[in-house]
């Protein structure tokens, strides 16, 4: 088979920033991508390592990485800037409608 | 980039076969409901699930509405009121099958969720003396606290339990493999299901599974017309690898399949004209009845079914004098006077009396109770809310006793598209299917959003267990079959195909082109002539495509699989949409060479298969099913009398 023995891979990056790792929270356990409904995550090689955001594009924001992590904070999902609705202090009723 | 290391086993080439009474094909809410239902049988039960099954599915990370819990203590509404009212809300285009096992055993469903661990009851009483809790239940009831059929539910809590639940029971799962085909046999001049093939989404290993009866669990197709290179995660409502397969697969088997001509103008899709689902403020589904104001303060209307103003909060909540009960969820749009609920202002009349631009949903008016079921409760718990929505704006500094959240576009969408760009919403199409769930394969059948016409996780829920209790029945008159091996080979062929490849077309560039090419020729408004320039165009790309795209990891590979499923759903899209020769408002269908809306003889169910690489056209009458409530306990006898485990 022609490239069968050589499975090549590297991140392919995309305008967004959808999962952030907190080093110095994370203990590696690699839960998280092994949670991961679209497998944008990859396991580090590495022991102890993070996972590494393989596929940033390819989220779908739904947080099950977030939720599955064992270390509260050690995870962080970002929207894309176009993504975070704006919202105000609540507007007081006009006196005179 | 540099290049990372693969972290998985290499395994292309090798192979596993797998054997089962019963092949779940796909692990969400319906595949999770029917292995239980079949393990429970005594069944020996295979999950086969893309992603992982413990959050995997469309309603993976929670969902917050339980529609439809027609038997459920507190309901003060029938299986038959509710199930006729959506057949008859949807001018009988309607799945009313699929209606009726949800109104009536989905209520059962939620009880095993409970005893599994699930949360369905408002056990830590944060909301005791709320007009939509039931104080001795402690069920919480959701839009009409009056009929009390939709309930809300912790959806969060669902996914692990049933995971675990499929655990105990011994139901095997193979997490990270993505179904790739059905296999099936000639018996009698009949075909009939035997299995599927899969391949691990981390090594490109195949898995040949050999079942007795498939329950076909996966999700409505996607990415047709709407598709972002750059995030394609956002690309839809559903989730990324959420595309038809099953739909694809079926129709490379010969399913027969119904309503596939029916789209409508896209909804969703954070990619880029809409913001994450239920992060921006609007008054439906999760955020109902949320207090709307405009850009000075004035709040924003709320009226009756007659256009009278609602005077308070809770009159939202419940039917005018003399109505039983009112509609409102995932597909209902604008329903029928009968069933029409409290609405906020129609948009153009609030632009008329001069309301100023941009609104705000302000909660920060509402009782407290209100105000705290909507922010924490219902946004929490559905789809991808808990962290994306919930947690992220917590953290920013949003507080709905004190904020207000912007609110985009004039609907609850919260974006703008063209009515080219089409999405499968409001009840779409899907696998046509008899009162077992069994589609026109013996041996296999089909639930939740693979049904025609289906929508939510009570419906995936109650048709998963139904059509695997069925299927279940089925595996005791037939024995497993030998599986052609040139079946095989030729599956993996067309597998492993794009790895051979050194260089060629990605994924992406051939996503983009068929949504591209779907916009063009199978727009809002459709003709003849358009529809086979789109089905030429997809040959084209069959032809000289295909067989040059590339990839370098089974990742991509499963990603290049993805697309060529969506090629075959657009194949039966537009087939579809040529065999309809009217127009039809119920199923948004606009056929500029055939005007007539919705003439008598076209008012029908149009079914289509393939045979031999030829689309067959079938004519089904309306209401095919008979009568509800009859044909329902004439089958499940054995249910209704303690058959329910």
């Not at chain 1, 947080?63 to 894309?80: F, K, S």
């Not at chain 2, 796909?26 to 295979?46: E, W």
């Not at chain 2, 001049?189 to 076909?216: C, E, N, P, Q, Y």
């Not at chain 2, 039809?584 to 079914?607: A, C, G, Q, W």
């Amino acid at each position: 088979m022609k490239k069968m023995n050589d499975i090549t891979v590297s991140v392919v990056p995309c305008s967004a920033n959808p999962i952030i790792f907190d080093e110095t929270k994370c203990i590696g356990c690699g839960t998280c991508a092994s949670v991961c409904h679209g497998d944008v995550l990859l396991p580090s090689t590495e022991p102890g390592q993070h996972p590494i955001v393989c596929w940033p594009g390819e989220c779908w924001y739904c947080g099950a990485c977030v939720l599955q992590c064992p270390v509260e904070g050690a995870i962080r999902l970002e929207h894309p800037i176009m993504n975070r609705t704006k919202f105000v202090d609540a507007i007081p009723e006009p006196e005179d409608k | 980039m540099s290049e990372i290391k693969w972290p998985y086993a290499n395994e292309f080439g090798q192979e596993e076969t797998i054997e089962s009474d019963v092949l779940i094909l796909g692990g969400g809410i319906a595949g999770c409901f029917a292995a239980i239902s079949a393990a429970r049988r005594g069944k020996k039960v295979v999950v086969v699930e893309k992603g992982a099954t413990i959050r995997s599915g469309s309603a993976g990370t929670g969902f917050d509405h339980w529609e439809s819990a027609c038997t459920n203590p507190c309901s003060r509404v029938t299986s038959k009121d509710i199930a006729e009212a959506y057949v008859d809300e949807q001018d009988h285009l309607s799945n009313g099958i699929m209606h009726y096992i949800t109104c009536e055993e989905g209520w059962d469903r939620l009880c095993d969720l409970e005893e599994m661990g699930g949360k369905i009851r408002d056990t830590e009483d944060e909301f005791v003396g709320a007009d939509f809790r039931d104080d001795e239940t402690k069920l919480m009831f959701a839009y009409d606290y009056g009929s009390r059929f939709t309930l809300r539910v912790w959806g969060k809590t669902f996914k692990p339990a049933l995971f675990k639940e499929m655990k105990r029971l011994g139901v095997t799962v193979c997490d990270y493999t993505e179904a790739t085909s059905l296999l099936t046999t000639e018996e009698n001049g009949k075909k009939r299901g035997i299995g599927a093939i899969g391949m691990d989404t981390h090594t490109g290993k195949i898995r040949v599974f050999k079942s007795k009866a498939t329950v076909l669990c996966m999700s409505r197709p996607a990415r047709l017309w709407l598709f972002s290179p750059d995030l394609p995660g956002l690309s839809e409502f559903r989730p990324l690898n959420s595309i038809g397969s099953g739909d694809a697969m079926g129709w490379r088997a010969g399913m027969e399949f119904t309503m596939m001509e029916k789209s409508v103008r896209a909804e969703f899709s954070a990619a880029g004209s809409s913001f994450p689902p239920y992060a921006a403020g609007n008054n439906h589904n999760t955020w109902y009845a949320c207090t709307m104001v405009d850009s000075r303060g004035v709040e924003i209307p709320y009226l009756d079914r007659d256009g009278n103003v609602l005077k308070t909060v809770k009159e939202r909540y419940y039917p005018v004098e003399g109505q039983k009960f009112f509609l409102k969820g995932g597909v209902i749009d604008e329903p029928k006077y009968e069933y029409r609920g409290p609405e906020t202002m129609p948009f153009d009349e609030l632009m008329k009396r001069g309301y100023k631009l941009p609104f705000y949903a302000d909660m920060s008016r509402m009782p407290k109770l209100e105000r705290d079921v909507i922010w924490g409760m219902m946004i929490g718990n559905e789809g991808k809310t808990a962290i994306p929505v919930l947690q992220y704006f917590n953290n920013k500094g949003f507080d709905p006793a004190k904020k207000a959240m912007q609110v985009y576009g004039t609907g609850w969408q919260s974006a703008s598209f063209s009515d080219d760009e089409r999405q499968f919403f409001g009840a779409p199409g899907g696998i046509m299917h008899d009162w077992d769930l069994k589609t026109n394969i013996d041996g296999i059948y089909a639930a939740g959003d693979q049904l025609f016409g289906s929508d939510c996780a009570g419906t995936a829920a109650a048709t998963g267990y139904y059509a695997a209790r069925k299927a279940s029945a089925y595996t005791d008159t037939v024995e497993l079959v030998e599986v052609n091996r040139a079946d095989i080979d030729a599956e993996i062929e067309r597998l492993y195909a794009p790895m051979y490849n050194e260089t060629g077309y990605s994924w992406k560039e051939l996503n983009s082109a068929v949504c591209k090419c779907m916009k063009n020729y199978c727009g809002a408004i459709k003709n003849e002539a358009l529809l086979l320039q789109g089905l030429d165009l997809l040959k084209s790309y069959r032809e000289e495509i295909v067989p040059e795209l590339c990839c370098h990891n089974p990742h991509e590979l499963v990603r290049t699989h993805e697309v060529l499923d969506i090629m075959d759903v657009a194949e039966i899209v537009l087939n579809s949409c040529l065999m309809r020769k009217s127009s039809s408002k119920t199923l948004n269908f606009v056929r500029s060479d055939y005007p007539e809306m919705d003439p008598v003889e076209d008012h029908h169910f149009i079914t289509i298969r393939q045979e031999n690489g030829v689309p067959v056209r079938g004519d089904v009458e309306l209401d095919y099913f008979g009568d509800l409530k009859t044909e329902y306990e004439k089958r499940n006898q054995d249910y209704i009398n303690g058959g329910k485990k």
